[in-house]
C-alpha cells in the first residue's frame, strides 16, 4: 500500500496536549484532601480520591481562557539517560 492510500485521519499527527499542574496536600487528612492549581489563577478544592481525580478531570476537560497564564508543557524527554 503507498502512502496516498492511507486515510487522512492516520496520517495526521498532532503533538501532545501537556499542562502543569500543582497538587497540594494536606497530610494530616483522612481521607485525602488539598487542591489542584493551574499555572493561571486557577484553584479547585477535593476531599478524598474521587474528589481529586474530579477536580483533575476539571481542569484537564477545559481549554485554557484567552490570555490565561498556563502554558503548555514541553513533552518528556524519551530515550537515553541523563
Known sequence: MHP?????SL???TAPQLR?????VD???EPIAGRVED???????FV???GLATA???FVSRRPAEGDRSSPVDPPAT????
Do not use: D, I, N
Not at 39 to 45: K, M, Q, T
Open 11 to 13: 496520517l495526521a499527527v
Open 20 to 24: 502543569k499542574f500543582t497538587l497540594v
Open 27 to 29: 497530610t494530616q487528612a
Open 48 to 50: 478524598g480520591w474521587l
Open 79 to 82: 530515550g537515553g539517560t541523563a
Open 39 to 45: 499555572e493561571g489563577s486557577s484553584a479547585r478544592e
Open 4 to 8: 496516498g492510500a492511507w486515510p487522512a
Open 56 to 58: 483533575l478531570e476539571a
